[in-house]
C-alpha cells in the first residue's frame, strides 16, 4: 500500500504565507502526477495545483501568481508555497498521487488526509 501524509497546515492572517508538505511512503515504483486540491466548508473539492513528474506544472486561476507547487523525486514528497494568502484560501487542503506501485504499467490514485489551512481576515 501507499500512504500520503500531510503537513505544514495552520492559521495565518491575510497576506501571510504557509508551505505545505506530502510525504509518499510505502510500495513505490514511481510516482506519476502530484497534486493538491482543496475543499472548503459547504463547496466541492476543486483542483489548486498539479505538477508531473518532468515538473511539469498547472495552477488553478483562483491561485496563479501566489501559489507555487514542486516535488523532490528523491524524497518521494509535494509541496504546495502559499503565500499572499486570502480568507478565500480557508480550507482543507488534500494531497493527490498517482502511483506505480510496480513495474506491470498499472497505476493508482492516492488521497493524503488532509490538512487544515485557515486564513483569518
Known amino acids: 500500500q501507499v500512504q500520503l501524509v500531510e503537513s505544514g497546515g495552520g492559521l495565518v492572517q491575510a497576506g501571510g504565507s504557509l508551505t505545505l508538505s506530502c510525504a509518499a511512503s510505502?510500495?513505490?515504483?514511481?510516482?506519476?502526477?502530484m497534486a493538491w486540491y482543496r475543499q472548503a466548508p459547504g463547496k466541492q473539492r476543486e483542483l489548486v495545483a498539479t505538477i508531473t513528474s518532468r515538473n511539469n506544472t498547472n495552477y488553478a486561476d483562483s491561485v496563479k501568481g501566489r501559489f507555487t507547487i514542486s516535488r523532490d523525486n528523491a524524497k518521494s514528497t509535494v509541496y504546495l508555497q502559499m503565500s499572499s494568502l486570502k480568507p478565500e484560501d480557508t480550507a482543507v487542503y488534500y494531497c493527490?498521487?498517482?502511483?506505480?506501485?510496480?513495474?506491470?504499467?498499472?497505476?493508482?490514485?492516492?488521497w493524503g488526509q488532509g490538512t487544515q489551512v485557515t486564513v483569518s481576515s
Open positions: 493527490y498521487a498517482v502511483v506505480q506501485r510496480d513495474s506491470s504499467g498499472r497505476y493508482f490514485q492516492y
Open positions: 510505502g510500495s513505490i515504483f514511481s510516482i506519476n502526477v
